[in-house]
């Protein structure tokens, strides 16, 4: 919505307070409502104002400011329009501010992440900026900042990206990649700072109030009396004042602090064998292999990258899906990879606080989920019609027997928006050994 058009919806929203619209602005402004998801937003706000202040003024007499005007029963709406424009005026700009800030860190991908907000994934897989703490209970989750560098969180663990090259870690451990010298950051405890001067390196900020650094790769400047640059190998524990012990890293302990970066883009071709079955949506949905949200899925011949794809739209649903369940037997231990390709269409593109989800759901002998991994991309803003790419590695847990891909729109329950699949794949990666 531009500043022209932003102007234009709070003159209809004034003129509707005030009881002034006429048949023309009326049918203007459903159509505006009807079409425009930023003014529905706009026109929420507005009448929560309208009626607080009704509720408010209502308890008193109307006083006319000008004593030959003739007093309506609408008296009071005027001034509530006045103060409403006044505030969705100061609520819009906090909002353009909020979304005009890029976020710090994009989350890319989650295991079994259990989040002490349950909104919490879906605000920062929509790129909105929290400089509130984050706080992970249990799983893991895996984030990229702006330039560059990749920070996992292990829960339980509280986090804040507050700054661009800064990442503050209140309670728990972060593994932190910095792959180019443009990437670098600081991480930032309660008991000191620890400065990147290196590639890969490990924070954790314990209940005892302490904080212990390792240095998997590189090395870092830990600014604590006596510590000073740690390189590949070592690690130390420091509380507030003092070094409390430098030691060296076993190879075990160095291999239990290096996370398998599950969001890494991984390539699909020439890997291994799709485990999938038409993985291009050839046939007619849904069928006995490709399952899902019937009434949200669309077979949609020729809109595919080199054929036919598959429409997810959202009607409603909170998570409309697609998946395909594969036996795998015994593969414990082994990496597998799934990616697809995804399109937001023209005629019915994915909206604020929409994007596309690819999961794997590692799948128990009764066929019950026990654990999975997932990323999220494809949100509003990038060109429509255009398909991109998405990958996602995962390490299979002990106990699985199956495993199901799933391709999902994140609708936040709208009735409009809608994501196009195409060429779907799931590789378990010994198979490009064999």
Same mark, same amino acid.
């Given at each position: 919505m531009t500043a022209e058009q932003r102007k234009r919806v709070f003159e209809l929203f004034t003129a509707h $307070?005030? &009881?002034?619209?006429?048949?023309?602005?009326?049918?203007?402004?459903?159509?505006?409502?009807?079409r425009d998801a930023?003014?529905?937003?706009?026109?929420?706000?507005?009448? &929560?104002?309208?009626? #607080?202040?009704?509720?408010?003024?209502?308890?008193?007499?109307?006083?006319?400011?000008?004593?030959?005007?003739?007093?309506?029963? =609408? #008296?009071?709406?005027?001034?509530? $329009?006045?103060?409403?424009?006044?505030?969705m005026g100061g609520l819009w700009f906090g909002l353009e501010r909020t979304k005009a800030a890029a976020p710090f860190a994009t989350l890319m991908a989650t295991t079994?992440?259990?989040?002490?907000?349950?909104?919490?994934?879906?605000?920062?897989?929509?790129?909105?900026?929290?400089?509130?703490?984050?706080?992970?209970?249990?799983?893991?989750?895996?984030?990229?900042?702006?330039?560059?560098?990749?920070?996992?969180?292990?829960?339980?663990?509280?986090?804040?990206?507050?700054?661009?090259?800064?990442?503050f870690v209140d309670q728990g451990r972060v593994f932190c990649k910095c792959p180019t010298p443009e990437s670098r950051l600081s991480v930032i405890t309660p008991q000191t700072k620890v400065v990147v001067l290196g590639t890969e390196f490990s924070?954790?900020?314990?209940?005892?109030?302490?904080?212990?650094?390792?240095?998997?790769?590189?090395?870092?400047?830990?600014?604590?009396?006596?510590?000073?640059?740690?390189?590949? #190998?070592e690690a130390v524990d420091v509380r507030r004042s003092s070094v409390v012990r430098l030691q060296p890293l076993t190879p075990d302990e160095m291999a239990a602090l290096m996370p398998r970066v599950v969001s890494a883009q991984t390539?699909?071709?020439?890997? #291994?064998?799709?485990?999938?079955? &038409?993985?291009?949506?050839?046939?007619?949905?849904?069928y006995a292999l490709w399952r899902g949200t019937d009434d949200c899925l669309e077979h949609a011949p020729s809109i595919g990258r080199s054929g036919n794809a598959v429409r997810i739209r959202a009607r409603g649903k909170? =998570?409309?899906?697609?998946?395909?369940?594969?036996?795998?037997?015994?593969?414990?231990?082994?990496?597998?990879?799934?990616?697809?390709? $995804?399109?937001s269409p023209a005629d019915d593109p994915i909206s604020e606080r929409q994007f596309a989800v690819i999961k794997i759901a590692f799948l128990d002998s009764e066929g019950r989920e026990f654990a999975c991994s997932t990323r999220h991309f494809l949100h509003e803003g990038l060109p429509r019609g255009l398909y991109v790419s998405a990958q996602l590695a995962a390490q299979v847990p002990a106990g699985t027997r199956k495993i199901e891909v799933q391709l999902m729109l994140a609708a936040s329950r709208g009735t409009t928006g809608s994501v196009c699949f195409d060429d779907a794949s799931l590789v378990v990666a010994a198979d490009a050994a064999k």
């Open positions: $307070a005030a &009881d002034s619209l006429t048949p023309d602005e009326h049918a203007e402004l459903q159509e505006t409502l009807r930023e003014a529905r937003r706009l026109w929420f706000v507005h009448q &929560d104002v309208e009626m #607080g202040l009704h509720a408010h003024l209502s308890a008193e007499p109307v006083v006319a400011l000008n004593p030959a005007a003739k007093p309506t029963r =609408y #008296g009071w709406r005027p001034l509530a $329009a006045a103060v409403a424009l006044v505030l079994n992440a259990r989040w002490s907000d349950p909104n919490v994934e879906l605000a920062l897989s929509s790129g909105e900026r929290i400089a509130s703490a984050l706080r992970l209970e249990s799983g893991r989750a895996e984030f990229q900042m702006v330039d560059g560098a990749t920070v996992v969180i292990e829960g339980p663990a509280s986090v804040r990206f507050g700054e661009r090259k800064v990442v924070v954790e900020a314990r209940a005892d109030e302490s904080t212990r650094v390792a240095v998997l790769s590189g090395k870092v400047d830990v600014k604590s009396p006596n510590a000073g640059v740690l390189t590949a #190998g390539a699909h071709e020439g890997a #291994g064998q799709n485990r999938l079955t &038409d993985p291009g949506f050839e046939k007619p949905l849904p909170h =998570y409309p899906l697609v998946k395909q369940r594969v036996e795998t037997g015994e593969i414990a231990g082994k990496v597998v990879q799934a990616s697809v390709w $995804a399109m």
